[in-house]
């Protein structure tokens, strides 16, 4: 279904209504959307509205309901029939399976409780590997982002325990849960609830919650004065807008000689964002495809 902008809030709530369980938003002329507000929700000018019903959804009743609100709605809606699908191998097929740092393991939930790759036939393995299982869900951090990649492997091979982390956009908690598995103490903030919630469930899953401490902006912002020089970490894999805007944050809250980990980067960004933290002395840039990890140290 081709939709404006304006007319999809309207539409969207009569396929929920009539029991759609999935919907889908796309451009309908490849525009893309970069740098939103943080809490924003960006739109593109001409969009597709998918809808996935169940096969005994009552149809004449959504058609009745959708003509309401535009009656010449048969020139714009398609409806076909999707066949029967292992979903969850297509789930599985989307899941990261990796290892970052030499010594953390992503793998998909269904293979917690197994022996981690590379111990089998009686070889041990790493010792000190760990693994993080996680599945793709509503929140952003699958692990299968190019800027998520980055940022996992400094955590593994630079995180320490008892480290103070600040994770700002924690999305699905990957890399909060990346620090917490190395014995780090994480707090996690996030403006999306869906996020918050699942970097919580995560983190339950894996064993860390206890280390895990979430934040909606709001209560970051009433914590934020005692956190000053409290964080050994901070890391961000967000967008370069949102990261200048919060650079003299971020200075605030990492001690002296803290590191910062800064993703979510395009390259033609990155001295963009350098400039923005003068008191970082920032290493090598970290590249992989067109984005960017920007690594530093605070200087004391």
Known sequence: ????????????????????????????????????APGTLPMWNSISLLALFPVNADMAGLNASLRALDSDIHKRLEVDFIAEEDWHQRLANHTVRAKFGDKLWLLPKSEHGKPLPGSQNGNAGDAEARALYLEPGLAFGSGSHPTTRMCLDWIARHTRQNHQVLDFGCGSGILAIAAALFGASVVAVDHDPQALMATRENAEFNGVSDRITTLSPDQWQKAQAQLVGEFDVVAANILAGPIVDLASTFCSVLRGAGDMVLSGILDQQAQQVMDAFPQVTFRPVISEEEWICLTGQLRG
């Not at 999809?8 to 970069?34: H, K, M, P, R």
């Open 1 to 36: 279904m081709s939709l404006g902008t304006q007319e999809a809030q309207g539409f969207e709530d009569t396929l929920v209504a009539a029991g759609a369980v999935a919907i889908t938003y796309e451009s309908l002329a490849d525009e893309v959307v970069l740098e939103p």
